[in-house]
């Protein structure tokens, strides 16, 4: 049988694909509340019985957390290649609720302006891309009673909350999931219809810390002026982070390890199809607000940052309540590039922070936080360079090699536990409001994501 027979099976079997989907969809397996448990072991036993009735050896494997799922299929032939699929059965939180225009776990059909999409929570972070690879296989196996080579899937349910059991999973199942290149559909395109292949990520830090300071809420009236407000000072410290002048981040040795992209590749993100304008109103923004002298795309995926992800303390009950609290609390994350060591850029973060303290307050971190550091793949191999070809010519337009600004530390764990370069193939748009209300995946992404991945397939056993 021929790819092309793959491919008409891929189209005739659309519409079942498309259930299948959907039926994931309406489990509610968010991995950071523990109320959603039991959904989220619905979601793996769902998984395990989807791979095992296209012939693939799976099962779900219990960790401290959430549980694994991990199958295994194609002949044991070393001329052949083998390959291992990562992908999350995890989803966000769906609040604010009230900002939904359907039920998050209710998904279905919609027409837009832009086409035909599937909304609802997880459709394109991860549960669309991850059976755009799953359903791919089930056409390829319909069609010639076979997978083209040996295949170890892998998929995670704690992606969203932060990875707790994976590397230790990682590292007591190592030799059952090492392959010769891991696969990744969690990623973008970088613009409508041009397919993307991420070259590089940006590592990640998390803190968090509390200003403490009077030992109690104080009555407004009775302290204000003399009292030291912790909201006060913590607007202060945040507020010297940054560099108003250039955009840049003004914590002392924030920029070490980080490189000048090479012209070269600068030249090709100028041609690779991204329309700055659309990116940035996507999001309601008028013009972008980092640093000064780099475009969009440098910022988004070669410059490192630190953002405040949340601020709080005091009264934020309805009506007014009159007190200086006693503490303000603040979250962070810094996205890093080259060689940034996160360790590193802990301390002086906090350094930043103590040496701003005033009299009469105090920090105190979180001690629990985790970083990762940046990926750069390695694009030459013949792999990257067959996949190219692979996805031009499901697409009609030329693939490109992009960064990302996300962070996915799996990529990095690939390759130091496993020793396997990962390659990042995703077909979401950037309007497909991951993480937020009204997510969406676009069915034509999700068509040409199943077609791509018997292409991608094909092209790896061929080269």
């Known amino acids: 049988m021929s790819l092309n027979d793959v491919l008409d099976r891929i189209d005739t079997d659309l519409d079942a694909a498309t259930q299948r989907l959907m039926d994931l969809l309406r ?18 036993d769902w998984l395990v019985a989807d791979l095992r009735s296209i012939g693939i050896d799976a099962e779900k494997r219990v960790t401290p957390g959430h549980p694994m799922v991990v199958g295994h299929v194609g002949p044991q032939d070393d001329s052949l290649p083998h390959v291992l699929f990562y992908g999350h059965y995890d989803v966000q939180p769906v609040d604010p609720l009230d900002l939904w225009n359907t039920p998050p776990f209710e998904p279905q059909l919609e027409e837009t302006a832009r086409g035909t999409v599937i909304r609802g929570r997880g459709a394109s972070d991860d549960k669309g891309q991850l ?46 999931l090492k392959a010769d290149l891991a696969l990744i559909c969690d990623t973008s395109m970088v613009s409508r219809g041009v397919p993307s292949i991420s070259s590089q990520l940006r590592g990640m830090l998390k803190d968090e810390f509390t200003l403490i300071g009077p030992r109690i809420d104080l009555h407004s009236g009775h302290y204000g002026g003399p009292g030291l407000n912790p909201l006060r000072e913590l607007s202060r410290i945040v507020a010297s982070f940054y560099d108003e002048d250039s955009g840049k981040v003004a914590v002392d040795g924030f920029y070490e390890g980080v490189h000048e992209v090479p012209e070269e590749q600068l030249r090709q993100w100028e041609g690779c199809g991204f329309e700055e304008r659309d990116y940035l109103s996507n999001a309601g923004y008028t013009q972008a607000h980092g640093e000064k002298d780099r475009t969009v795309l440098e910022q988004q995926w070669a410059r490192p940052t630190l953002e405040v992800n949340g601020l709080w303390g005091g009264y934020n009950g309805a009506g007014s309540k009159t007190v200086i609290p006693s503490e303000a609390h603040c979250k962070i994350t810094c996205r890093l590039v080259g060689d940034m060591d996160p360790d590193a850029l802990r301390l002086k973060i906090r350094k930043h922070v103590e040496d701003r303290l005033k009299p009469d307050t105090q920090v105190k971190w979180d001690n629990d936080l985790e970083g990762s550091r940046a990926s750069v793949m390695n694009i030459s191999r013949p792999e990257f360079e067959a996949a190219r070809g692979a996805l031009s010519d499901e697409w009609n337009r030329e693939a490109v090699f992009c960064g990302m600004g996300g962070s996915i530390p799996i990529a990095g764990f690939f390759k130091s536990i496993l020793g396997m370069d990962a390659m990042l193939i995703g077909f979401a748009n950037e309007d497909d409001a991951i993480h937020s209300p009204n997510e969406k995946y676009d069915l034509e992404s999700f068509h040409k994501g199943i077609r791509s991945w018997a292409r991608v397939l094909d092209a790896l056993t061929k080269k």
């Open 27 to 44: 489990i509610q397996s968010i991995s950071t509340d523990p109320a959603y448990k039991e959904d989220c072991d619905k979601a793996a």
């Open 131 to 176: 059976m755009t690879f799953v359903e791919a296989c089930r056409a390829w196996q319909a069609v010639n009673g076979s997978l083209p080579c040996r295949i170890t899937f892998f998929f995670e349910g704690e992606e969203e909350s932060g990875s707790p059991s994976l590397v230790p999973f990682m590292e007591q199942h190592a030799a059952e």
